[in-house]
């Protein structure tokens, strides 16, 4: 889910971001347009495959989950917030929706890439969240949205009671 | 001024740059540290949600730009992973 942006070119830019490193070097957005310009750009330079979706100009998601600048949640199938991460990037951690998952569905079955090149044959799956069928992951953010290795439980997590298989 | 006042004042500067300095060495330069003050910190908030808070709805655009659906449209078979962030 893109949210706005947190370290565009006209706030706080990083050097990583810079144009001899990343090349990551946006404006903060200030129109729908441009939110859908750089998330496209997002989705087609790491040929993103999961469900994408872009929080609009009132920043509702943004406000309604507080998630900026990156966090995570698992929404269970009552609708009720099963897990909520803290926030990024400090607390970011998706190895804990991993552990959350794999605790309710068992082991996961194949390591996720470790490169966006890794995941490009996934890229044909790609959709837009809009478009797509519910699966158990939705969209975004550059960092991976598993990655392979145990963690502790978090703290806000709710123990799954549930086994099946994905 | 009398003492008390210079001495306050004096504590007071002090800890204001001891401040900037520890914020300049966690963000990695007395840039990022205003950076971090000027555009993070007005932006970040724990929230009110907690595990097993009704997850909110708020409406969503897809890729396209055309398209609109809303969290809660996409619950109820199976949990839902939120995945928020930004490119940059």
Request: with cysteine; proline share 9%.
């Amino acid at each position: 889910m893109y949210v706005r942006e947190a370290h565009p070119t006209d706030e706080w830019q990083m050097k990583s971001n810079l144009k001899d490193k990343d090349d990551v070097c946006y404006a903060q957005p200030k129109t729908l347009e441009q939110r859908l310009a750089i998330a496209n750009d997002f989705t087609k330079r790491f040929k993103f495959p999961l469900p994408f979706g872009i929080d609009d100009m009132s920043n509702a998601a943004n406000d309604a989950y507080a998630a900026w600048p990156e966090r995570l949640y698992i929404i269970d199938e009552s609708g009720h917030i099963a897990y909520r991460g803290g926030m990024g990037p400090f607390n970011y951690n998706p190895a804990e929706v991993r552990e959350w998952l794999a605790a309710r569905y068992g082991a996961v079955k194949h390591e996720a890439p470790k490169t966006p090149a890794e995941a490009a044959p996934a890229a044909t799956k790609s959709a837009d969240f809009g478009a797509a069928a519910p699966t158990p992951a939705a969209p975004s953010t550059p960092a991976p949205a598993a990655t392979p290795a145990p963690v502790p439980a978090s703290k806000e997590s709710r123990p799954p009671t549930v086994r099946e298989e994905l | 001024m009398n003492r008390f006042w210079k001495w306050t004042s004096g504590i007071f500067g002090v800890l204001l740059v001891a401040a900037f300095a520890g914020l300049s060495y966690m963000a990695g330069s007395p840039k990022d540290a205003y950076g971090m003050v000027r555009y993070a910190l007005p932006h970040m908030h724990r929230g009110t949600l907690k595990v097993g808070s009704d997850a909110p709805d708020a409406r969503i655009v897809a890729l396209d730009g055309v398209s609109r659906f809303h969290i809660r449209e996409r619950t109820g078979n199976r949990p839902l992973v939120l995945i928020f962030g930004s490119f940059t």
